[in-house]
């Protein structure tokens, strides 16, 4: 396994994240443990959850399987650089949601309580709150830092603007701010080389790519529907996205074969490559896969196949940062 730090910080990280998702609606309890067993097996410490993952209201499902781990012992949670968020509904009641002091507070400890550890490594903030002033937001944080029950903080689905403004507010109470962004990231989505990875980059947060695969686009699907397989690439977003991008995917996959990479290999070692970013985030449901994913940390691109995947994949743009990449 590779390690690097987490943007700015002394923080070593592997350079692929365990998503963990799919633990409870999709993957089973003891089957989520072993999972979890093989990353570290594989040296995979980064771990990433949300206190909404499980899909029911307050349950906080996946951070409670992911507890129940820890509480194996054998050195886990010691191991584990761990990463949870706030934000999402956790109740019906108005003030069980969003970035309010009061929910950010409460929220982490029910995820101390659920995780059953005593500290989160990386609290992310799940999305941006319109509503609520940094102020509270870091004052909040600051407590929980100071208690020693978060130790780094991080952004998700933030905008580029979203990060000045909050590492603004973080520099006036002489805070550290923001570490990392968590960002939908993949060569069929590049929106945030406009403005969130040139913002990330000044500020020193390192970027965590989410959907890397973009829902299994990347990964083969067309090769697997041929095979009878490839469930996920046949419904919702992803189904919608395979009748769009359907001539790239198909070219991208011929391209692939030329190289002898797997597609979801060269997807993620694409993200690899790209700057400021720390770590994708992988989300397997089975042994195998979390085993077939590594095969990206083997992943060399030269400048002939990075130019031939922005044919396939074009940036936003002229390309790069904005305003460069739409305008003189």
């Not at 603004?168 to 080389?193: K, M």
């Not at 973009?214 to 067309?222: D, P």
């Not at 989300?283 to 940390?297: E, K, N, V, Y």
Request: proline fraction near 5%; glycine fraction near 12%.
């Amino acid at each position: 396994m590779e390690y690097t730090n987490l943007g700015r910080t002394g923080l070593s990280v592997s350079r692929l994240c365990l998503g963990t998702m799919n633990f409870g609606p999709q993957t089973s309890e003891p089957d989520s443990f072993a999972v979890m067993d093989r990353a570290l097996e594989h040296g995979i410490n980064f771990f990433d959850t949300a206190n909404v993952y499980g899909w029911q209201t307050g349950e906080g499902i996946t951070e409670q399987i992911i507890g129940r781990w820890f509480a194996q012992g054998g050195g886990r949670r010691d191991k584990v650089v761990l990463a949870t968020k706030v934000y999402g509904k956790m109740g019906e009641w108005p003030n069980e949601q969003g970035l309010s002091a009061r929910h950010i507070v409460r929220a982490c400890e029910d995820s101390l309580r659920r995780l059953q550890t005593d500290v989160i490594d990386l609290y992310q903030m799940h999305h941006v709150s319109r509503v609520t002033p940094w102020e509270e937001i870091w004052q909040a944080m600051e407590t929980l830092v100071a208690q020693g029950k978060v130790v780094y903080v991080g952004s998700s689905n933030f905008a580029g603007w979203h990060i000045g403004q909050a590492q603004a507010a973080a520099e006036r109470r002489n805070f550290l701010g923001l570490v990392s962004e968590q960002s939908i990231y993949n060569l069929l989505t590049r929106h945030v080389e406009l403005e969130v990875v040139p913002a990330a980059q000044h500020y020193g947060l390192g970027i965590i790519p989410w959907s890397p695969l973009h829902g299994g686009l990347l990964s083969g699907v067309l090769r697997k529907m041929a095979e009878g397989g490839a469930a996920r690439g046949t419904s919702g977003r992803a189904a919608e996205g395979l009748a769009e991008h359907r001539p790239a995917i198909e070219a991208y996959e011929k391209f692939c074969a030329e190289l002898g990479h797997d597609p979801a290999d060269v997807a993620l070692g694409w993200l690899l490559s790209r700057p400021g970013v720390t770590a994708p985030i992988i989300g397997p449901r089975t042994l195998d896969q979390l085993d077939r994913s590594l095969g990206a940390l083997d992943v060399r691109l030269d400048e002939v196949t990075l130019a031939r995947l922005d044919e396939l994949f074009p940036p936003v743009g002229k390309g790069g940062p904005g305003p460069e990449a739409w305008a003189w």
